[in-house]
């Protein structure tokens, strides 16, 4: 059974950067397309990026030219670097495969303060 597990969250100040990166459990990664997703308090999760097999990338049009999604098959990692946050992206982030979802991980919880 496929196990993601999400780390590199914590509390920012505005304008700071965080890098979150994914790490799942067995060969997965190579031929899907990953995507990073986050859930605020109260609200539905959402996707804020994804890459494809060829690398090609989408973003959120609330994260574009802040947020870099990259992936290394060879090691079964999708990071997410952040930069220049907002308070309004203080959610629990998730990585997960775009089609056909394994098992949601923890995730990982951003904070950023104003």
């Known amino acids: 059974q496929v196990q993601l597990v999400e780390s590199g969250g914590g509390l920012v100040q505005a304008v700071g950067s965080l890098r979150l990166s994914c790490t799942a459990s067995?060969?997965?990664?190579?031929?899907?397309?990953m995507a990073w997703y986050r859930q605020a308090p109260g609200k539905q999760r959402e996707l804020v990026a994804l890459i494809m097999r060829s690398g090609s990338t989408n973003y959120a049009d609330s994260v574009k030219g802040r947020f870099t999604i990259s992936r290394d098959n060879a090691k079964n990692t999708v990071d997410l670097q952040m930069i220049s946050l907002k308070p309004e992206d203080t959610a629990v982030y998730y990585c997960n495969r775009v089609l056909m979802p394994y098992n949601w991980g923890q995730g990982t919880q951003v904070t950023v303060s104003s």
């Open positions: 067995g060969r997965i990664f190579s031929g899907d397309a």
